[in-house]
């Protein structure tokens, strides 16, 4: 429930501080005194957007604290899931600079105003006069049932086989369109992949070919050098083996008359081993290196083919190629095996519509069970308010089609008059009658208590005498259940109350300013005595407040 609210440079307020009570509170004041300013602030608190216009100082930040009391953890998993610690006391801060930079904050850690409106949501139904004209809307119509049927649970399942059934759907359709293009397309592909797989493609051989191609278009320089080298290293007069194996007999000699010769010999005799390992290897690779024309010719032309197979489908590179000649294999197979692929998706999408259909159903069974005792609630309530004839009903047709929410059309059905029968509340309910229902639908909807702090601002107007004694009076029952804050001008409805609050304008400083306070007992008779005489209190004001308040 809402336990406090702190306001600083809002509007007409400078600095306000309330608190408020559980069960049914009430707030009163004159028109224009600031009451639907204490609404904006406290909407502006839950994420509602607001602009530099409603500051009170222009060069000061506005600031709003709603505090409210969480008696269960059912909201729990909505904080986890905004990465925001779960504390029973909870405080909702927004601040507004004069800069329009605006700020929001949950128990001190900033949060999106998305975040903010979510949660907020689900602790404060803000309910003004014109949001009545709800009732006719039909998603509301539905989403009201569903929070009464409990089918949150269910629907979460439904919609993720509805998102999974018109994924099916989608693919079938998909599948269809292939299978009823011009054939034309599939041999074009068929070509396609008939030329590459002829071209037998292998992995990595597009760089072999350009390297061996470099290798023996420079074939004749090579085998030069080679023979050159070979002739230095072992074959002239002065070469390279000879003059080291020289040099290593010199060594042995010297090693026998100088001790310490003897490791230079053995470096030479390493060194011996590995200049003939290299001359091996000379040798070999002279022998290697022979001009073939004819193997040249056959490596160029197929050189020339892989690189016009890639100019041709605008590659720059080998893999490419390849991957083009699988995708046109996949292709090309899909489209063969579309019959196949196609039998396979309806018996999918079949499974998948099972599924929905049985989904479905149970969403149908559990609304027309919740719409029957609800119909009757609201009906009884309505009846209250000086329709005595009043009929409500919650209609629940299945349809042939399932949308995102399944296969029910809901429809909220009202007749007012004795020996009519009730029809579509866009048709026949009036702009007050729409007022008493949602009062009606709201006090139902109280008993399963899914917000714990309701507010009404002037629900009530259009109504006096009596049928205002009988709203006071459910108002009152709704705060048995939840915390019901109502702002009225209407005595009946304000002596119900279990709290009394009073709005009212300052205007002894250089500005005009809203205050509001909780009324004592004397206080609160002498407000009641005003609002039943038009702000003149009269003896018989008084004691008809006194009668009001049961005192």
């Not at 507010?455 to 006096?464: K, L």
Request: net charge negative; charged share 25%.
């Amino acid at each position: 429930m809402l336990k406090q609210l702190h306001i600083s440079n809002y509007a007409l307020i400078d600095k306000l501080n309330v608190s408020f009570e559980s069960g049914f509170n009430v707030i009163t004041g004159e028109t224009g005194a600031g009451k639907s300013i204490l609404l904006g602030a406290l909407g502006f608190a839950l994420g509602d957007r607001a602009d530099t216009n409603v500051l009170y100082d222009k060069d000061k930040k506005c600031v709003v604290e709603a505090q409210f009391e969480l008696k269960d953890n059912t909201l729990q998993a909505l904080f986890e899931e905004n990465d925001l610690d779960f504390e029973t006391d909870c405080i909702f801060r927004r601040e507004l600079s004069p800069q329009k930079k605006s700020r929001a904050f949950i128990n001190d850690t900033p949060v999106a105003l998305q975040a903010m409106k979510e949660i907020g949501n689900q602790l404060v139904d803000i309910h003004s006069q014109h949001d009545s004209l709800l009732l006719t809307d039909a998603d509301f119509q539905l989403r009201l049932l569903d929070d009464i049927a409990q089918n949150n649970s269910l629907l979460i399942d439904y919609q993720a086989e509805y998102g999974n059934y018109n994924q099916l759907k989608r693919s079938l359709s998909d599948l269809k369109e292939l299978a009823t293009k011009n054939t034309a397309e599939n041999d074009y592909l068929k070509f396609q992949l008939n030329e590459l797989d002829k071209a037998d493609l292998k992995e990595g051989e597009y760089t072999e070919i350009e390297q061996t191609l470099s290798v023996m278009e420079n074939s004749e320089e090579i085998k030069t050098l080679l023979v050159t080298a070979n002739c230095l290293m072992e074959d002239s007069e002065t070469a390279i083996l000879g003059q080291v194996n020289e040099l290593s007999s010199t060594l042995s000699r010297l090693k026998h008359l100088l001790p310490d010769a003897e490791s230079l010999f053995e470096r030479i005799e390493n060194l011996k081993v590995e200049l003939k390992d290299i001359a091996y290897d000379l040798r070999h690779k002279e022998d290697e290196t022979q001009f073939d024309e004819e193997q040249l010719q056959n490596l160029q032309e197929r050189y020339d083919l892989l690189s016009r197979l890639m100019m041709k489908h605008r590659l720059n590179e080998f893999g490419e190629l390849i991957a083009l000649r699988d995708s046109l294999k996949e292709k090309v197979n899909a489209f063969e095996n579309i019959d196949e692929a196609i039998a396979q998706a309806e018996k999918h999408l079949k499974t998948s519509e099972k599924q929905l259909s049985s989904l479905a159903k149970n969403l149908h069974v559990k609304r027309c069970q919740a719409a029957v005792a609800f119909g009757e609630k609201v009906a009884q309530l309505v009846r209250q308010l000086a329709m005595p004839f009043a009929q409500f009903q919650v209609s629940v047709e299945s349809q042939e089609t399932y949308g995102s929410k399944g296969s029910d059309e809901i429809r909220f059905l009202f007749s007012a008059n004795k020996g009519v029968a009730p029809d579509d509340i866009r048709r026949v309910a009036s702009g007050g009658e729409l007022s008493r229902l949602m009062l009606s639908i709201k006090s139902a909807v109280s008993d399963y208590n899914y917000i714990p702090t309701l507010i009404f601002d002037e629900i009530d107007t259009g109504v006096s005498g009596e049928v205002a004694a009988k709203i006071g009076g459910i108002m009152r029952q709704m705060g048995h259940s939840l915390q019901l804050i109502s702002i009225t001008h209407l005595p009946q409805v304000a002596s119900q109350a279990l709290h009394h609050y009073f709005i009212y304008k300052d205007n002894k400083g250089e500005r005009t300013q809203s205050h509001i306070r909780l009324l004592n007992s004397s206080e609160r008779t002498n407000e009641i005595a005003k609002m039943l005489s038009n702000d003149t209190i009269t003896p018989e004001a008084l004691r008809a407040a006194e009668v009001l308040l049961g005192k």
